[in-house]
């Protein structure tokens, strides 16, 4: 089954920073990539995603990279602020079955200091 | 309410205790998921419905019973549970599907504390 590894668990940086989040999928059939944000004490959402046919895709200060022939996959929050401090998850998945799960990453701590 | 709606919201029971876990889905959706959150692993996937059909399992202890009536309720039936099962639980829903993005819809979780 799929495997997906994320980096780093933890990440600390200044408000107008930016941060970046890196996941590795082990499933090269995988084509769907969506991005998860869980604030503290709440749910997880999604805030971004793309697809296999889809290098780049960005969503005013996030954005998202796919490099499928390495299997990796990268968050990027510019201009970072204090509401941007929460726990995010990468995840994969084969669309074209339509009954695969999401597998996830471990998730990453991000921390934007004021 | 809107959305994916969990009851109870936070639960204390013992090791001899039988439970149920609710989650409820308004967004007419046709798949269902129950996920274990806690320090060790942030979001274990645990089971999978698609359509009412439990379609993974993802070696769940016996312990943990799903049940999915239709395809708005999902319950998790907890008996003689350890105290390493306390934790998060997190219920979510998408609309699966080739022309549909899965997106998963969370709901806000019960917390479990097994003493």
């Known amino acids: 089954g799929e495997n997906v590894e994320q980096h780093p668990s933890t990440l600390s940086v200044q408000e107008g920073d930016s941060a970046v989040i890196k996941c590795t999928y082990s499933d090269s059939a995988s084509n769907y990539f969506p991005w998860y944000k869980q604030e503290l004490g709440k749910r997880p959402q999604l805030i971004i995603d793309?697809?296999?046919?889809?290098g780049e895709k960005k969503d005013q200060r996030i954005a998202v990279t796919l490099n499928k022939t390495a299997k990796h996959f990268s968050l990027h929050i510019t201009e970072t602020q204090p509401e941007d401090s929460a726990v995010y998850f990468c995840?994969?998945?084969?669309?074209?079955?339509?009954?695969?799960?999401?597998?996830f990453g471990s998730g990453t701590r991000l921390q934007v200091q004021p | 309410e809107t959305g994916v709606t969990q009851t109870p919201r936070h639960l204390v029971m013992g090791m001899t205790n039988k439970k149920s876990l609710k989650c409820e889905q308004h967004l007419g959706h046709n798949a269902m998921y129950w996920y274990k959150q806690s320090a060790k692993k942030p979001l274990e996937l645990m089971f999978v419905y698609n359509f009412k059909e439990q379609t993974e399992n993802n070696s769940v202890p016996s312990r943990f019973s799903p049940e999915c009536p239709n395809s708005s309720h999902l319950f998790l039936h907890l008996h003689t549970l350890q105290p390493e099962d306390s934790a998060l639980y997190l219920c979510a829903s998408s609309q699966r599907g080739l022309a549909v993005t899965n997106e998963q819809f969370f709901g806000p979780g019960t917390r479990l504390t097994v003493l």
């Open positions: 793309i697809r296999s046919n889809v």
């Open positions: 995840a994969a998945s084969r669309k074209d079955t339509g009954r695969r799960a999401l597998t």
